[in-house]
């Protein structure tokens, strides 16, 4: 997420959202595939950090998508504050145990919408008849939350937020994107699809909308890709181009959501109505993005330049994107599931497991150690 525009393309405006430190000159490729050596083993530490695949999505599958805006908050708008008052290292450490708090004082905010509070629900695979599960209902929270503070950030570019400065720009980003997502979620879901039975054991409150659950969690997700294809990247282009501030965030924002209006309904039909199948899709498209656009910098698309030919990163995404689904679909093929499918697994997996290793690892750690010895 760096800066849109460059010294070869004169008509653009830079982007004024997130920013990430200038990497060395020539860094590239060896710059991210020594940061596959912190993205990779965080993937399947994630994956398998209770035992099993199953027994960690239950658990971390919510905590980890209440930690996405917490991140984006940290990284984005806090400019790794609090850690950026300490060393190395430890300034990720740092990071990450704010993140973590954070996470849970959402993933309990999450629960406490769509059932009750009960700590056992949440930290527990199987916590028993009477407590209620986190896993699936309360993603639908966190994805909007993480959906409404990256809309604000890279789309809106912080606008009008930023001008309460970096911190308290930030608590208001937070907090907002989390009582949007609150009250989006009470008005627009119903749980109808969910078994009455399984409602009432799991205590879960029916908010009665009128759009199903998994249906707006997919919805969440390709809207997801169209934010992270356009101002992630492509870096904003070509809404960079357009000097007056209204206009492009006009653009940008109809763009996002005509691209969503338009995708959706296409892929409802070409799956046959499988919102597993299009998380899984949507899901490896935004984590391909990041690796291709974050980890690697746009290599080797990005040599080509900025502006129309920055569109040949698109094709590497999507390369990026098919092995990884092929990839993750074939491990999670092999895994007898029970309360979840193997494209709901691949969906998380790549959003909640590679694509948040590679953000923590970017713009948390700011690739601490890798930087340093690369620099070295």
Do not use: K
Not at 52 to 74: D, K, R, W, Y
Not at 106 to 131: C, E, K, M, N, Y
Not at 260 to 285: E, K, M, Q, R, Y
Request: glycine fraction near 12%; aromatic fraction near 8%.
């Amino acid at each position: 997420m760096t800066r849109a525009g460059g010294a070869d393309d004169p008509g653009a405006t830079q982007h004024p959202g997130p920013h990430l430190p200038a990497q060395p000159a020539g860094s590239q490729p060896t710059l991210g595939l020594a940061g596959l050596t912190f993205v990779v083993p965080f993937f399947f530490l994630l994956a398998s950090a209770l035992g099993g695949a199953e027994p960690s999505l239950l658990v971390l599958g919510p905590l980890t998508t209440f930690a996405l805006p917490m991140i984006a908050t940290v990284a984005f708008w806090w400019q790794d504050w609090p850690g950026s008052r300490l060393r190395p290292g430890w300034s990720g450490i740092t990071d990450t145990v704010v993140i973590g708090v954070g996470a849970v004082l959402s993933t309990i905010l999450g629960q406490a919408v769509t059932s009750r509070v009960d700590l056992r629900g949440i930290f527990d695979p199987d916590p028993g008849p009477g407590h209620p599960p986190t896993f699936p209902v309360t993603l639908a929270l966190g994805a909007a939350a993480f959906t409404i503070i990256l809309h604000l950030t890279l789309v809106c570019e912080g606008r009008p937020i930023r001008r309460l400065g970096w911190f308290r720009g930030g608590v208001v980003a937070l907090l907002g994107s989390l009582v949007i997502a609150v009250v989006a979620y009470l008005l627009l879901v119903n749980l109808d699809d969910v078994p009455a039975h399984v409602r009432q054991a799991e205590r879960l409150r029916n908010p009665g909308g009128p759009v199903p659950v998994a249906t707006y969690s997919a919805v969440l997700l390709v809207l997801g890709v169209w934010q992270v294809l356009l101002f992630v990247a492509l870096r904003g282009w070509p809404f960079t181009r357009m000097r007056r501030p209204g206009l492009r965030l006009a653009a940008g924002n109809a763009a996002v959501v005509i691209g969503t209006a338009v995708s959706f309904p296409l892929l409802w039909w070409a799956t046959g109505g499988d919102v597993d199948l299009i998380n899984a899709i949507a899901g490896t498209v935004i984590a391909a993005a990041l690796l291709v656009s974050m980890l690697f910098d746009g290599w080797p698309a990005a040599r080509a330049g900025t502006g129309v030919r920055q569109l040949s990163v698109l094709p590497v995404v999507g390369l990026v994107a098919a092995v990884l689904y092929l990839a993750l679909s074939a491990y999670a093929a092999g895994i007898d599931w029970t309360r979840t499918t193997a494209d709901g697994w691949v969906a998380l997996a790549a959003l909640n497991y590679l694509a948040l290793g590679v953000v923590v690892h970017v713009a948390v750690w700011r690739r601490w150690p890798v930087l340093v010895s690369t620099a070295r």
